[in-house]
């Protein structure tokens, strides 16, 4: 089975190896990648890999920008030492998903994960795609919408209810939730992906660092050229200014 490694931490990568080397099922290591720029640029030269094995937090960003910056069809398993990413992995072509250190069982169970879902069909692409759908949280046969968030706070995991938010908002390109209760917390989710993975019918966006929920709306006012200004539920310090052309939309979001 030909693999590649996409880990910038040589001694990570060299474990990663040597338990490979240790498998039943012969492997052929094609590449070790150390950042996005050179896994992109490999994935986009090479014929795609049997598996690729990804660790998520890279010297140049989180490896799921590689999916975002060229087309990704081989089967992933993330070795990672964060626990909160699952659920964003099993939206990409993840199969499993491995905490460092790797544990010797575990990453042979995955690798037999993967001849299981591939015995019989030799066509990965559409192995992928079905096993996927079956796992993504989000299905095209029926709109489904986030219920809920799971917050890393220090070293325990709280669920937050998406009942419970306020709004989301973008500040020094870190994404908070913030609670009705006014506790905030920090999300692996871009705002542009929370869009896609909250009801539209609750959530708008209110411009470039928020969004929010119908029932943080607290008060609207006129403001200079045709904007809005909102205050929120919990108050934001801030305020929040809609522009003149998403005016007309918000307006008819908040009278539907």
Do not use: C
């Not at 931490?9 to 338990?19: K, S």
């Not at 090479?46 to 975002?68: C, H, K, V, W, Y």
């Not at 398993?77 to 993840?94: C, G, R």
């Amino acid at each position: 089975m030909k693999v590649i490694i996409i880990e910038d931490e040589a001694p990570a990568a060299r474990r990663l190896t040597d338990l490979l080397n240790k498998q039943e099922k012969p492997f052929e290591i094609l590449a070790v990648l150390d950042s996005i720029a050179d896994s992109v640029e490999w994935l986009r030269t090479n014929d795609s890999p049997d598996l690729i094995f990804m660790d998520i937090m890279l010297a140049d960003g989180q490896s799921f920008d590689i999916f975002e910056q060229t087309t990704v069809v081989s089967p992933v398993i993330f070795t990672t030492a964060y626990d909160e990413f699952a659920l964003k992995a099993f939206q990409v072509n993840s199969i499993d998903y491995l905490l460092k250190p790797i544990d010797p069982r575990l990453l042979t169970k995955a690798i037999d994960k993967l001849a299981a879902l591939q015995a019989g069909n030799s066509d990965i692409g559409k192995l992928l795609a079905g096993y996927l759908q079956a796992n993504s949280p989000v299905t095209t046969h029926q709109e489904q919408y986030k219920e809920r968030f799971l917050i890393r706070v220090g070293e325990k995991m709280i669920p937050v209810p998406v009942t419970d938010v306020a709004y989301f908002y973008s500040e020094d390109r870190v994404i908070f939730l913030n609670t009705y209760q006014d506790k905030r917390y920090i999300i692996d989710f871009t705002l542009d992906e929370l869009e896609k993975l909250l009801n539209p019918r609750q959530f708008f966006r209110l411009n470039r660092q928020f969004i929010a929920s119908f029932k943080s709306i607290k008060q609207i006012h006129p403001f200079f050229n045709g904007k809005l200004r909102l205050h929120l539920f919990p108050d934001h310090p801030e305020g929040v200014v809609i522009s003149k052309d998403k005016g007309p939309l918000f307006k008819q979001w908040l009278d539907q």
